[in-house]
C-alpha cells in the first residue's frame, strides 16, 4: 500500500510539473486565471441569480434548477471530503511552481472548480443535449486550468471529476423531483 502511494505522489509531482511548466505560454499565463474563475462560487452563483432574473420560460428555467439540483449536493460533498483527506495544496508542498498569484485557504483534494464544472456538464448531458458539447470543452478546461495554476495536483482534479459526476447523477436520479418541486413552490 505504502508503495501506491509513494507512486501515486510520483504522479502527481511528474505530471503538475509538466502541466504548470512545459505548457507554460503567454496565452496560457494570461487566459487561465480569469478562466478558473468561470467555475467558481461567486462566478456560479451569480450566473445562476441572473438566469433566473432573465429566463421565464419553463424549459430554461427547469434547467436552472437541474443545475442547482446537480451543484449543491456535489458542492456539499466536495468540503466534506476535503475535511476528511486534508491534503495540502501543490504550491505548499513542491517548489518552483508558478501559482500566479492564486492563494487559497482550504484542501486541496477534491478540485471543488472541477466538480461544479463536471457537476454543469452531466446536468446538460442529461438535460439539454445541445449544451453538451460546450459543458464538456468547458468541464474539461477548468480541470486544466486548475493544474496549470498550481492549485491542485491531478488527481485532486480526478476527484473532483468522479465526485462531480456521481454526485450529480445520483442528485438527478434521487432528488430531481422533490427539488423541482420545492423550488416552483417557491415562486
Known amino acids: 500500500m ?23 505560454n503567454p496565452f496560457f499565463d494570461s487566459s487561465m486565471p480569469i478562466f478558473t474563475n468561470l467555475a467558481g462560487p461567486v462566478f456560479l452563483s451569480v450566473s445562476v441569480l441572473l ?48 501559482t500566479y498569484g492564486i492563494y487559497l485557504r482550504d484542501y486541496s483534494f477534491p478540485s471543488g472548480h472541477t466538480a461544479a464544472a463536471f457537476s454543469l456538464f452531466i446536468t446538460a448531458l442529461l438535460f439539454s ?4 458539447i460546450p459543458f464538456f470543452i468547458f468541464a474539461i478546461m477548468i480541470a486544466f486550468s ?4 498550481g492549485v491542485h495536483f491531478p488527481t485532486d482534479v480526478a476527484g473532483g471529476m468522479i465526485v462531480g459526476i456521481i454526485i450529480t447523477l445520483l442528485s438527478h436520479k434521487y432528488l430531481d423531483t422533490y427539488f423541482l418541486s420545492f423550488l416552483h413552490n417557491i415562486k
Open 2 to 24: 505504502k508503495k501506491i502511494y509513494k507512486l501515486w505522489h510520483k504522479f502527481d509531482d511528474i505530471l503538475i510539473k509538466i502541466i504548470n511548466h512545459d505548457f507554460k
Open 51 to 98: 438566469g433566473f432574473i432573465f429566463i421565464k420560460d419553463g424549459e430554461n428555467r427547469d434547467f436552472l434548477y437541474r443545475i442547482i439540483t446537480g451543484l449543491v449536493p456535489t458542492i456539499a460533498v466536495v468540503h466534506l471530503i476535503k475535511l476528511i483527506f486534508r491534503r495540502a495544496r501543490p504550491y505548499n508542498l513542491l517548489e518552483e511552481l508558478e
Open 129 to 132: 443535449k445541445n449544451l453538451t
Open 146 to 149: 486548475r493544474i496549470y495554476l
